[in-house]
């Protein structure tokens, strides 16, 4: 029989919930009698995947770093390890005799979901409790969406989930460490200024601001790459890992009785999106893998050998379209983007390069701070135009410029080779005389009079093939299905 150093243990798993405010695993950790111990685990295998990057890994880093400074006011102290959750919970249930591990509700990556499958095998077999408690407004296991809306007004109108964290019974023990490999500890301590900081605080600070100023112009610049910057919340990575609640942005903005200005509408509204989207994702969660309308299975995408030179071109910023590249290096730095240039990338790969969103989908995970898979797959085919149920944009790249970036700021920021040409050139270098630019003294560099494609040229051929697509039965048919699956009713 096994001799277990101690009788019994409720494990707080924190994943994407990084904070200690509004957080209901650790509000029911507070109500059991056993010693709580706060557990964060960087997995070498989530971590490998395909859509991650250091940039992310970071970022949890620092949010940790945060929890760990604000849990040692109470005495108490993060665990944090590398390794996988099966080995990690063997370890522990060689020392504790009864286990309970309390988190929220994942609506991740397949990679999240195998872990979880494998997970629920272990914890029968070694007798681990395991209590998952549902992420913001989203349902698991939702059949349709007919009372959604209440469900999530009443969500957000709950009241919030905050222990008192100097009265809990915390674990201490010795072993409790934050310790990575050498290496993964030195990448994730170099600070990286031009991205956003993790953390708990960081986050209440910027959600303040917003509320106390920065709002004001929200519905005005939310289209601007350099203007939305400041203006736009700012608090999408903050939500992606848990930095923040959902219900806490929503409760610091929608009071009793409060007449909101048209700016904090729209943004209120955002916030249902937020989770209308992880909803979709979590009801169907192949979307990682396939065309949510599969009318789209056989779309003639390019699949030829310079198909994938283009595509390096756009994940590069090398495509010779100012605007494009301007997005592409800007969020390679920054980690951020404002929501219709996003749109624009995707629709500048699906519809003028004609390629497969699903070559392009990770690549843009990668250097989205904020990278959600709920928002970022669903968005992603919406935006590629494959869901055959909402408008079809085309995002023309050089109207995009014109319209949002009109004195050319933000593409001179990040194009600098292109800097030197007036504005009425700035957009389309492609389209100037070959007179004018042999007369320039600094001539328009290599691709932008010779972009990989040029924008206007064919894009009236591919406008037609996506049209006439979109006519199919079989695209039809199954946009029936994704409407009455997905669509909410009470809108
Ligand atoms: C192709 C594509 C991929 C995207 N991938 C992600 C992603 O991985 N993670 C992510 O958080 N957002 C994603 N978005 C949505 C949106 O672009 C970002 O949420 C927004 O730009 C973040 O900036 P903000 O926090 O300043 O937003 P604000 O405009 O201030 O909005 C506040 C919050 O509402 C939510 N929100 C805003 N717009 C949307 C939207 N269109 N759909 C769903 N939720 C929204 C976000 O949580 C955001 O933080 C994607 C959009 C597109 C077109």
Known sequence: MTQHSFPAITVVWFKRDLRLQDHAPLQYAASQSAPVLPLYL??????????????????????????????????????VSYESAASFFKRLAGQFAQITVVSYAETGLHCTYQRDQQLVKLFRELGITWREFAYGGVVRALKERHQWLTHWHEAMRAPQQTPALQTMHWLTDRSLVMRLPKALSEALHRPDKAMQTGGERRAQDTLQSFIAARHAQYHRHISSPLNSINSCSRLSAYLAWGNLSIRQVYQAIVTPGRKLPASLRAFVSRLH??????????????????????????????????????????????????????????????????????????????????????????????????????????????????????????????????????????????????????????????????????????????????????????????????????ERDEVKHHAKRIVKRHSNPQR
């Open 42 to 79: 960087f997995e070498p295998d989530i971590m490998a995947d395909d859509h991650y990057s250091e940039r992310h890994w970071r970022f949890v880093w620092q949010s940790l770093l945060d929890l760990e400074q604000q849990l040692k006011t109470v005495g108490a102290a993060m665990h």
């Open 273 to 470: 999106w937020h989770c209308h989207f992880i909803q979709k994702f979590e009801s169907e969660c192949e979307q990682q893998f396939r065309h949510i309308n599969s009318g789209y299975a056989a779309f003639p995408y390019r699949e030829d050998a310079a198909s994938e030179q283009l595509l390096e071109a756009w994940q590069t910023g090398n495509t010779g379209v100012p605007m494009v590249d301007a997005c592409m290096r800007s969020v390679a730095q920054t980690g951020y983007l404002n929501f219709r240039m996003r749109a624009m990338l995707v629709s500048f790969l699906s519809h003028y390069l004609l390629i497969d969103w699903r070559r392009g989908v990770q690549h843009l995970a990668r250097q989205f701070l904020d990278f959600e898979p709920g928002i970022h797959y669903p968005q992603f085919q919406m935006q590629a135009g494959v869901t055959g149920t909402n408008t079809l944009r085309i995002y023309n790249p050089v109207k995009q410029a014109q319209d949002n970036d009109p004195q050319g700021e933000f593409i001179r920021r990040w194009v600098p080779e292109i800097a030197h040409l007036a504005n009425e050139d700035l957009f389309a270098p492609w389209q100037m005389p070959p007179i004018a630019q042999m007369s320039m003294e600094t001539p328009v560099p290599a691709p932008y009079h010779c972009p990989v494609i040029i924008p206007e040229a064919d894009i009236d051929k591919h406008r037609e093939l996506l049209w006439k697509w979109r």
